[in-house]
């Protein structure tokens, strides 16, 4: 997917992320953490995002997290939401897991 | 702590009960609610405010808590709700403006420090790298000389009394650097004010323009609903901006020297002038004060100009301006900020 505009998911409660994510010109996808968990899960948390991003095919992207102690599952979610609002693609698949 | 029960609402600009109901409320936090607001939420306990948050363009402001309502996070759901109805909006790079102990608050949600002044304003944004990247533009225009001044001007429109200033400092420095003020409440745009002073400059080729974009602090988006005092809402801005241009317009561009007009009308700007004179010379900048250009006797301002305009004056107008500044006047695109001009 192509990151064509400036989109956000998330708030700023405990136990929640936020992720921003603008398109990016260098043509790669470059994280800024801030983290309430750096230090223990900050590598944890990073890849999180760029799995995601992978699955969704976003190869260029300047992605900001502000992150208050979300499970994987939450990173994810948000992740997710925010690529989708940012490249303006309304066709969710929903995956259903087994 | 029992769970309280908040209702979370969006308030409508011209639903005035509730939002006298929300200026009570900050008042009585000792905050005033600003003028010009574009979208407001409010927290409610039953039919209580106790918190609320609004914004205008990129400025979050008039942010407040309860104080018997304050450690339960409601801060956390004000801002989530302000930063997203922003980026909706297309507002991605935001500014908060509060008092400096609200710093730890803001920067748990990933605002970071602009700039300060000590114990009356500080001035936050949501991205770390903004200011840096800033910087490193202006360096990319950075030209070395024994004399590097510097002018901030808005330009509402460009007339023979900015172009004068602009000469002189030509005339006695190696190279001087414009700023134009960003914000689009003059009736002339930002853009065209820029253009006009580009084309206005054209015959000096010791002069750059700049954009003063979100690091020259115009007084018409300065928020002053946290300053106690209204007679000190325009020095405190004023320190403000100036530490912005010291800590990092200065360095970048090598600026030993700022010029500014004389200011016989304008208190605003007059008060601005006299802090410049305060305080530059202690980061080592000399502050020149030229008098202002007048024609016939008359100063040539860009409020007469504007005046003239809505008089339907237009010879007049002509032999204020400089010929790029006429030509523009006269052509299409000038017709609907004419138009507002001579409507208001």
Known sequence: MKIKKAAIAGTFESSDITVSIQPNSENEVSIRLKSSVEKQFGDQIKKVILDTLKEL???????GVNDKGALDCVIKARVETAVMRAAEETKFNWKVRN | MEYLSLKKEIIDNKDFKKLREIEQFLLKQGLRLDKNIEYTIAVYDEDKIVATGSFENSILKCIAVDKNYRGMRISNKIISELVAEEYVRGNNHLFIYTKPDNYNTFGDMGFYKVAQVPGEVILLENDPCAVGRFV???KKKRVDGKVVSAIVMNCNPFTLGHEYLIEKASKESDIVHVFIVWENKSVFPSNIRYELAR????????????KGKDYVISSATFPSYFIKRRDKVTRIQALLDIEIFTKYIVPALGITRRYIGEEPFCDVTAIYNNVMKEVLPLHGIEIVEIPRFSKKREIVSASKVRELIRERKFS???ELVPDSTYSFLCSKKAIPIIDKIQNK
């Open chain 2, 199 to 210: 084309n206005g400059i054209r015959h000096l080729n010791n002069v750059i323009l700049h």
């Open chain 2, 316 to 318: 007049q107008v002509k």
């Open chain 1, 57 to 63: 095919d976003v190869k260029s992207a300047s992605v």
């Open chain 2, 136 to 138: 490193e533009n202006l």
